[in-house]
């Protein structure tokens, strides 16, 4: 393939409430540790949408090109470049650190939302080929956040894990699950969803919070009166002394999101929980489920899509 000169990109517009295309050159020369990325597809996360909405906690650079999840192959390497070779199947960390300093992509630095990127060769990695475009470009942070928040150091045997909503890193550590011989439950304010999530594998159990707003008092029920031994919480602050409730003796609560905001004045009573469960809180061939898949020039329509919530799993962009 031919050394492009250009590329289209989307980025946040001046006032951070939007996304809007823009047409960029390449620089002609790699360094000599770069690779030049075509990028495949795009999956998004709730950071990308937050970040719209003045939802997302953490300052992002402005202008900038939001996402951090895709898949890509490999146009062209420097002239250092030893691991990588045009026509490789590879996707972009979620965070560049070859830098010295960690910066997450689509907030601190410019994310993957566009046709072509250049990236270090250490900011890079090998993807599976079994997985197809779509599907690989879940994993960078919804399949890596779902793996290290189910601590998979510990025996799985016997244990079970709760996850709160049906989006992507809840889907991903369901299949998981599944795939360990874990008990899974899951919770979503969907009957339709909830029926979605059944039919990942069997011994999946669901919970409607809506219609048992106590849904710590069933995930209870559930674990025979143990608990879960990890609760994912994808809400954040507001949602957790329920999780306290739902947890085991000696569980994990993984804080993973921001779903239901991050106002101080909600803050419950951690301290207590920690001490009486001995909790410990730590932030941190399976196909993954792609919901919908858009194309490039309706990046605005996936943004709005993923934000209503109406998805199950990941939304992707195709490019």
């Known amino acids: 393939m031919a050394y492009p000169t250009s590329t289209r990109a989307f980025r946040r517009t001046s006032d951070g409430s939007n996304i809007e295309l823009v047409f960029e050159a390449i620089p002609q020369k790699l360094q000599p540790t770069q690779v030049l990325l075509k990028i495949l597809a795009v999956s998004l996360n709730f950071r990308d ?3 719209l909405h003045n939802r997302y906690p953490i300052p992002v650079v402005p202008h900038g090109i939001p996402c951090s999840d895709a898949s890509a192959t490999v146009i062209s390497v420097g002239s250092s470049v030893t691991e990588f070779a045009g ?6 960390t979620f965070r560049e650190t070859c830098s010295g300093e960690i910066k997450a992509l689509g907030g601190d630095v410019d994310g993957v939302l566009r046709e072509y990127a250049i990236f270090d060769q250490c900011d890079i990695t090998k993807i599976p080929t079994y997985l197809n475009a779509a599907e690989a470009s879940t994993i960078p942070c919804a399949g890596v956040t779902a793996w290290t928040a189910l601590d998979f150091d510990k025996k799985k045997q016997g244990r079970s894990a709760l996850m709160q909503g049906t989006g992507g890193v809840s889907i991903f550590a369901t299949l998981l699950c599944v795939a360990a011989d874990m008990a899974a439950i899951i919770t979503s304010s969907s009957d339709e969803k909830l029926k979605k999530c059944k039919e990942l594998g069997e011994g999946v159990q669901v919970i409607n919070y809506k219609t048992n707003q106590n849904w710590s008092e069933e995930a209870l029920k559930l674990t025979h009166g143990k608990g879960a ?4 919480n994808n809400v954040g602050i507001t949602s957790m002394e329920q999780c306290f409730n739902a947890l085991a003796r000696y569980g994990t609560i993984s804080l993973v999101g921001f779903l239901g905001g991050v106002d101080q004045k909600q803050v419950p009573d951690c301290f207590t929980p920690v001490l009486m469960k001995a909790a410990r809180e730590k932030k941190i061939d399976l196909k993954p489920l792609v919901d919908r898949v858009f194309k490039f020039e309706e990046s605005v329509d996936a943004f709005e899509y993923l934000y209503s919530g109406a998805h ?5 962009i195709k490019i």
């Open 49 to 51: 949408v937050g970040m």
């Open 229 to 232: 031994d990890i609760v994912i």
């Open 87 to 92: 026509g490789d199947f590879v996707a972009p």
């Open 312 to 316: 199950t799993g990941k939304v992707v």
